[in-house]
């Protein structure tokens, strides 16, 4: 498959484990990012962060214990350090996540509002520019399930389980199963902006 359509981007695949599921409540305690640029694997990293007390569901779902944090800056803390990553040395990179613009973007977007920061973006009036493998997914397939887990194995591609870096490599994974699927050869096709 020709991926040009990818020369000239960089793209960073965001996954974030949480303390809990609703949005208000949740708190940060996982953060993965990989950088592609040019669709190559750049790098690629993850950290813990305290703060919050882990529901007992969400600890289910990622293993991630409140003792395993003990210790451990809260993501507002890294905060800064998180949007010079993103934006980068004057080119703001897309976002790239499984369902980010409706779960792990604003919860993203809330915290570094507290710390009094934003990110830089691509998009009109300097947003950020996402793509979102679970709205391209239900846009362009009709998969009984548009989880990460399920589209993972419908397209053959080895999901970790629920840690954030191996989500945001599997969502990158997914995002090129996507492309080649569609055969799509505009870029800004796969884009929102918020």
């Known amino acids: 498959m020709d991926f040009s359509l990818l020369n000239g981007t960089r793209i960073i695949s965001v996954d974030i484990e949480t303390t809990d599921l ?26 813990l962060f305290s703060g919050g007390k882990c529901a007992k569901g969400a600890e289910a779902v990622h293993g991630i214990s409140d003792e395993m944090v003990m210790g451990k800056p809260t993501f507002m803390e890294k905060a800064s350090s998180f949007c010079a990553f993103v934006n980068g040395n004057g ?12 779960y792990d973007f604003p919860i993203i977007k809330k ?9 830089a973006g691509n998009g009109p009036d300097g947003r950020a520019r ?13 998969f009984p399930s548009n989880t990460l887990e399920n589209l993972c194995a419908v397209f053959g591609i080895v999901h ?18 996507i492309i080649e699927m569609t055969q799509c050869t505009d870029f800004d096709s796969y884009i929102n902006v918020f």
């Open 160 to 177: 970790g389980g629920h840690r954030a870096l191996g989500d945001a490599t599997c969502t990158w994974e997914l995002f090129l199963k």
């Open 22 to 47: 609703p949005i208000k409540k949740a708190w940060i305690r996982e953060l993965g990012a990989a950088e592609y640029v040019d669709g190559k694997f750049v790098r690629g990293s993850s950290a």
């Open 111 to 119: 915290f570094l509002y507290k710390s009094g920061l934003d990110l």
């Open 130 to 142: 996402i793509i979102d493998t679970c709205v391209l997914a239900r846009k362009h397939f009709q």
């Open 91 to 102: 080119k703001p990179a897309d976002l790239l996540g499984h369902n980010i613009t409706k």
